[in-house]
Each structure stands twice: as structure tokens, then as C-alpha cells.
T-cell receptor, first 115, second 112 residues
Framework: NAGVMQNPRHLVRRRGQEARLRCSPMKGHSHVYWYRQLPEEGLKFMVYLQKENIIDESGMPKERFSAEFPKEGPSILRIQQVVRGDSAAYFC?????????????FGNGTRLTVT | GNSVTQMEGPVTLSEEAFLTINCTYTATGYPSLFWYVQYPGEGLQLLLKATKADDKGSNKGFEATYRKETTSFHLEKGSVQVSDSAVYFCALTEQGAQKLVFGQGTRLTINP
């Protein structure tokens, strides 16, 4: 059973370009979470999605960032007009159900570098 | 709001030493508490968890006890190995929720 798959592993973008990060949850998981990890810091929650619905986006910056989890295909985190401060590791996690009894499984992350 | 404070690192120990990484939290209600481990270049893996006061989570020789009176969840291991070198994150979720709130992480290096 494959784990949470994120791609690409590394992404380099110039300032002003768009970054698209993909996450395929574990098989049978319908809940997806995105977290951002700045260098030498802990992970910060960004957004929680179920299929076709955004449940909690309280951690998402108001501008330039968007996320989706369509009925078919991976979840996408999209960053428009990237700036240097967007450089970070972005982790996706998935779970089978909502609630603390259903553990989160994390992917290996996408490391975004903005030059 | 909810928050997690971890012992600052980095922590460097010799193999077979005793390990403690302190973690305290601030939360409303009755959060669930977790320790995650991150090996270089990888995502986070759940190490152990506790869902109510006085519960002890344990895995791979690591232990942590949910102490409501001191709002703590310190991670311990009696004899560390070189392979334990990683970054350790303490985290909580609010009661009934799934969103994790993480501490800043503690980098642990074990020397042979």
C-alpha cells in the first residue's frame, strides 16, 4: 500500500512564477491536509480538504495561495506569483477519517526554492 | 490559542545515554498529544500518542506520559542509538479535531 505521494520532491521557481504542488493521498483516504515548514521551524497548518470541499483554510495566506482536492486526481496546492518568503518545505498528510483516532500519514514533502 | 513549546535544541548525546525532550502545551479542553519524528529528507512519522490524561504512549523504546496537571508530554528513552538521530516534534490536536499544532522541533544527534 503506497504511502502519501508528493511531487515534485524539489521545485525551483523564479520570483513571479507559479508553483504547483501535488499530493496523492493513501489509498482509501479522503481527508487531505497541507502544512508548511520554514527552515528550522515546526510545521504550520495551512488547509484541510475533503473531496471537492475545503473544510478549514484558516492557515492559508489570503492572497496568492489556493488548494483543491478534486473528485478525481491528486490534491493541488497552488502558489501564484511566488516570492522568496514562499521558500519552504510543503508537506501533505492524509487520513481515512476525521478525528484524532484516525492518524495522519505524511508525505516526504516538496521543497520549494524561490530564486 | 493552542500552542506547543519544546525544549530547544540541538541535543547531542552519546550512544546508550538517557534521553529527555521536554514538551509543554497550552490548550482549551482535552487535546490529544503526539510525538512525530522526521528523518533527514523525509516527512514526519508518528512516533507515539496519548489521547487522555495519564495515558502513556510508547513505541520503539520511546515513552511519553500525558500529564494534565503540568500540561506536559515529555519524551524519554532509556538508551538511545545512533539511528535515533532525527528531528522530534511534539504536537497536539484540539478535542474532536484533526488539525495538528506543532512545536518548533528538537534536533537530536547521537554520537557512537
Amino acid at each position: 500500500n503506497a504511502g502519501v505521494m508528493q511531487n515534485p520532491r524539489h521545485l525551483v521557481r523564479r520570483r513571479g512564477q507559479e508553483a504547483r504542488l501535488r499530493c496523492s493521498p493513501m489509498k482509501g483516504h479522503s481527508h487531505v491536509y497541507w502544512y508548511r515548514q520554514l527552515p528550522e521551524e515546526g510545521l504550520k497548518f495551512m488547509v484541510y480538504l475533503q473531496k471537492e470541499n475545503i473544510i478549514d483554510e484558516s492557515g492559508m495566506p489570503k492572497e496568492r495561495f489556493s488548494a483543491e482536492f478534486p473528485k478525481e486526481g491528486p490534491s493541488i496546492l497552488r502558489i501564484q506569483q511566488v516570492v522568496r518568503g514562499d521558500s519552504a518545505a510543503y508537506f501533505c498528510a492524509s487520513s481515512e477519517e476525521r478525528g484524532h483516532n484516525s492518524p495522519l500519514h505524511f508525505g516526504n514533502g516538496t521543497r520549494l526554492t524561490v530564486t | 490559542g493552542n500552542s506547543v513549546t519544546q525544549m530547544e535544541g540541538p541535543v547531542t548525546l552519546s550512544e546508550e545515554a538517557f534521553l529527555t525532550i521536554n514538551c509543554t502545551y497550552t490548550a482549551t479542553g482535552y487535546p490529544s498529544l503526539f510525538w512525530y519524528v522526521q528523518y533527514p529528507g523525509e516527512g514526519l512519522q508518528l512516533l507515539l500518542k496519548a489521547t487522555k490524561a495519564d495515558d502513556k504512549g510508547s513505541n520503539k523504546g520511546f515513552e511519553a506520559t500525558y500529564r494534565k496537571e503540568t500540561t506536559s508530554f515529555h519524551l524519554e528513552k532509556g538508551s538511545v542509538q545512533v539511528s535515533d538521530s532525527a528531528v522530534y516534534f511534539c504536537a497536539l490536536t484540539e478535542q474532536g479535531a484533526q488539525k495538528l499544532v506543532f512545536g518548533q522541533g528538537t534536533r537530536l544527534t547521537i554520537n557512537p
